[in-house]
C-alpha cells in the first residue's frame, strides 16, 4: 500500500473517530454478510456505529487522538472492528451485550476484545457495570441531598420542639388568665 493511500485512510479514520473517547472492541470469525447486515442494523437503531479498522493504522490514529492502548495489547491482535455511539461506554457495552453475547447465533462468530473508558483500556466487564452519565448524577445528588436533608431536619426539629413548649406556655398562661380573671360566675350553691 503506498503513503499516500495510507495517508488518506488514516485522515477518513481520524474524521471518523473525531472526538471519541469512548468505545468497544470486537473480533470476527465467520459472519456472512447477511448476518453483519442485520447485526449493523439492528445496533444502528440503537445509534451505535461498527467499523471495521486495519490495526496498524486504528492504533496510530487513537493513540494521536489521546487513547492509551499500548502496541502490544490484545486489542490489536487479529482483525478489529470498533464499536461506539452512545453516550457511554456502559450503555455501548450493555447494547453489546444484549445484541452479541446473548444470541446464539452471533456468540461464537463475535468476539469481545475489551473497551476503552475516558481513553483508557477497560475489562468489558467493567465497562457493563460502570455507571451511565444519568446514574452517575443520580448518586452524586443522592449524596449531596442525603445529608443536606439530614442536616435541614437537625435545624428544623429543635427549633418546632421551642416552638410546641412556646405554644404550651403560651396555652397555661391563657389558661390561668381565664382562671383568675373573671371567667364565668360560679353557680351558686343550692339552700335547702
Do not use: H
Amino acid at each position: 500500500m503506498s503513503k499516500a493511500i495510507k495517508e488518506m485512510q488514516m485522515q477518513a479514520l481520524k474524521k471518523t473517530f473525531q472526538n471519541m473517547r469512548e468505545c468497544v472492541f470486537l473480533s470476527v470469525n465467520k459472519l456472512s454478510c447477511q448476518e453483519d447486515g442485520v447485526l449493523r442494523a439492528n445496533l444502528r437503531k440503537k445509534n451505535i456505529r461498527l467499523q471495521m479498522v486495519k490495526n496498524s493504522l486504528a492504533r496510530l490514529v487513537l493513540q494521536g487522538q489521546g487513547m492509551q492502548i499500548a502496541d502490544d495489547s490484545p486489542y490489536w491482535k487479529g482483525n478489529t472492528i470498533v464499536a461506539w455511539g452512545p453516550e457511554s461506554v456502559s450503555e455501548l457495552s450493555r447494547e453489546l451485550e444484549t445484541t452479541v453475547v446473548k444470541n446464539v447465533k452471533l456468540r461464537d462468530k463475535i468476539t469481545i476484545k475489551g473497551a476503552v473508558a475516558d481513553n483508557q483500556p477497560v475489562p468489558f466487564d467493567v465497562a457493563k457495570t460502570m455507571p451511565t452519565r444519568q446514574e452517575a448524577i443520580a448518586t452524586i445528588l443522592g449524596m449531596i441531598l442525603g445529608p443536606a436533608s439530614q442536616v435541614a431536619s437537625q435545624i428544623v426539629g429543635p427549633a418546632s420542639q421551642i416552638a410546641s413548649q412556646i405554644q404550651q406556655i403560651s396555652e397555661k398562661k391563657e389558661g390561668e388568665e381565664t382562671k383568675e380573671g373573671g371567667g364565668e360566675a360560679a353557680p351558686a350553691p343550692a339552700t335547702p
